[in-house]
């Protein structure tokens, strides 16, 4: 696997990407937050839910020292995101390519919310379909041996970005 589950989002722009959590330790922070830097992350949207982050010595400070803007969109392990939760994801998303900053998602393994979230930016972003969306963003990250898996809170994450799909037409 690439280091930190790195990899673009898709084909569809350089701006996008994902990755997986630091270890909770201030060492593998830092050295998570340095290897984001040196490929020109500039800001984050972290997925991690509020018990999840509870682990941290406070996470969103860590990465608020680094980068320009930091976005938290809590998600539960293995759950879809709210109407609201989705909303700040993206809205972090679109504000990161106006200014043309990278952005890092990540959630804990960096697959699954993750994904769910490229997927739903593609969606409403690049007018890709679902099905597409769900393949190139697998696709952009098999390629350079990381992984996703969109799908991996089932039919709910389906229906989710099938309704991302229909709003945006």
Do not use: K
């Not at 608020?64 to 609201?84: C, L, M, N």
């Amino acid at each position: 696997m690439t280091p930190r589950n790195f990899s673009p989002a898709s084909i569809h722009d350089d701006i996008v990407h994902c990755a997986d959590r630091p270890g909770y330790d201030d060492e593998d922070v830092n050295a998570w937050i340095d290897f984001m830097v040196a490929r020109g992350i500039r800001r984050v949207v972290c997925l991690l839910s509020d018990a999840r982050l509870e682990r941290y010595d406070d996470l969103p400070a860590a990465y608020g020292r680094r980068f320009s803007a930091v976005t938290h969109a809590p998600i539960d392990d293995h759950g879809i995101p709210s109407p609201e939760i989705l909303e700040r994801a993206l809205t972090a998303i679109a504000e990161a390519e106006s200014a043309g900053e990278r952005i890092v998602l990540h959630c804990a393994a960096g697959m699954g919310r993750t994904g769910l979230i490229a997927s739903a930016w593609l969606c409403r972003r690049h007018a890709v379909t679902v099905d597409d969306a769900i393949r190139e963003v697998c696709a952009a990250a098999h390629r350079v041996g990381a992984n996703r898996d969109p799908l991996e809170a089932g039919p709910d994450a389906r229906a989710l970005l099938e309704a991302v799909w229909a709003a945006r037409q």
